[in-house]
T-cell receptor
Framework: SQQGEEDPQALSIQEGENATMNCSYK?????LQWYRQNSGRGLVHLIL?????REKHSGRLRVTLDTSKKSSSLLITASRAADTASYFC???????????FGKGTKLTVNP | GAVVSQHPSWVICKSGTSVKIECRSL??????MFWYRQFPKQSLMLMAT?????????EQGVEKDKFLINHASLTLSTLTVTSAHPEDSSFYIC??????????FGPGTRLLVL
């Protein structure tokens, strides 16, 4: 199975702290993406990192990808209460457009 | 960014009835749309992939006769849950794919079957 696994399953931090979430997957991938889902809502695309990239930044987000370890991390710096959500990684392979989602990390940022 | 809408946002129906959920790409043409299901506190599971003008491709374990998918245009796909039962209660999310690898997701439809 290609399914990703995020850890931790849940993370609770104080506003202003950094939050790091990890994602591991099992097979070779084409791209890895991170999504955010607020409770009971749809998914919001955060960032895409290609298999030949090692790091990518977008605002307060920093994503790394280590294809040798089949893992990725999402770092949110200077967290805000509004960052409270579930975060999912999703992978796809070059021969298919399907996304396979990990189980997600539930992040709570306390004000 | 690309916007996808879903209608309705939530629906309650009686067991045995059919429910239709619409997924629209508002500002782009989605040649491919995807339907996912998400149970509480779980991840999204892909149900089917829908290409405009052709039959949907269903994932293993998803009944094609129960979950009817139509993708008649580049901006609209529908999912009909036929003869719904309480176990079909879930959060259904669609996404549309534009050029490239990014899927844009709708806000989801919460279905409760009584």
């Amino acid at each position: 199975s290609q399914q990703g696994e995020e850890d931790p399953q849940a993370l609770s931090i104080q506003e202003g702290e950094n939050a790091t979430m990890n994602c591991s997957y099992k097979t070779s991938i084409n791209n890895l993406q991170w999504y955010r889902q607020n409770s009971g809502r749809g998914l919001v695309h955060l960032i895409l990192i290609r298999s030949n990239e090692r790091e990518k930044h977008s605002g307060r987000l920093r994503v790394t990808l280590d294809t040798s370890k089949k893992s990725s991390s999402l770092l949110i710096t200077a967290s805000r209460a509004a960052d409270t959500a579930s975060y999912f990684c999703a992978t796809d392979v070059w021969w298919s457009e399907k996304l396979v989602f990990g189980k997600g990390t539930k992040l709570t940022v306390n004000p | 960014g690309a916007v996808v809408s879903q209608h309705p946002s939530w629906v309650i129906c009686k067991s045995g009835t059919s429910v239709k959920i619409e997924c629209r790409s508002l500002d782009f043409q989605a040649t491919t749309m995807f339907w996912y299901r998400q149970f509480p506190k779980q991840s999204l599971m892909l149900m089917a992939t829908s290409n405009e003008g052709s039959k949907a491709t269903y994932e293993q374990g998803v009944e094609k006769d129960k979950f009817l998918i139509n993708h008649a245009s580049l901006t609209l796909s529908t999912l009909t849950v036929t003869s719904a039962h309480p176990e079909d209660s879930s959060f259904y999310i669609c996404s549309g794919e534009t050029r490239g690898e990014t899927q844009y997701f709708g806000p989801g439809t919460r279905l409760l079957v009584l």
